[in-house]
């Protein structure tokens, strides 16, 4: 398999490679502020499996997809912290913006600036656990059941506006999903 590069070289592979372990064969600088990837002029996961002919880019912060990407990634990191400290807040919507990024909340009751500060504070534990983000998606049926079974109400709703056949997957910790990507985050 022939994948090329940005910059028109070209690096052969035996077998299917993730973008991401691309990125690392060719320099661990770059894979550690890789963000996405581009294939075939197509953002993707840096999970993402490579296993035909194609042209690739690793995007980082630099890129604006790739600061897409990063900054839908701490709409994700602010959700977990949230929901860590403040259980019963529902979640709505938390996309990438063009100067950064936010998240919907129905807290319980108003938060102060020290809950800021202490949502700041357990945004940067959970970088610093470096969990593992997994994605799997399930049939509309399904995902409205899984949100309805955690008592996220705005996400029922938005799932269920999406058009009939929409995938939706979610990406988060398993037993803690944090999004769709459908639109539903």
């Keep these: 398999m022939k994948l090329t590069l940005k910059d028109g070289s070209i690096r052969e592979f035996d077998q299917p490679i993730s973008v991401i372990d691309?990125?690392?064969?060719?320099?661990?600088g770059l894979a550690r502020v890789a963000c996405a990837g581009e294939v075939n002029g197509k953002a993707v996961d840096l999970r993402t499996v490579i296993s035909e002919d194609a042209a690739v880019s690793i995007l980082t912060a630099q890129d604006k997809e790739g600061l897409s990407t990063?900054?839908?990634?701490?709409?994700?990191?602010?959700?977990?912290?949230?929901k860590?400290?403040?259980?019963?807040?529902k979640c709505a919507i938390g996309p990438s913006i063009a100067d950064g990024f936010y998240y919907d909340f129905d807290f319980e009751t108003p938060i102060t600036a020290d809950d800021l500060k202490k949502i700041e504070e357990e945004m940067r534990k959970i970088v610093k656990e470096d969990l593992p983000i997994e994605r799997f998606e399930l049939p509309r049926d399904e995902a409205i059941q899984f949100m309805k079974d955690r008592n996220e109400p705005y996400k029922v709703e938005l799932i269920?506006?999406?058009?009939?056949?929409e995938p939706i997957s979610f990406t988060g910790r398993v037993t803690l999903p944090i999004s769709a990507r459908a639109r539903i985050s």
């Design 22 to 28: 691309l990125a690392k064969s060719l320099s661990e």
């Design 160 to 165: 269920e506006d999406l058009p009939e056949g």
């Design 84 to 89: 860590r400290l403040y259980p019963n807040t």
């Design 70 to 82: 990063l900054r839908h990634s701490c709409s994700h990191v602010l959700a977990q912290a949230v």
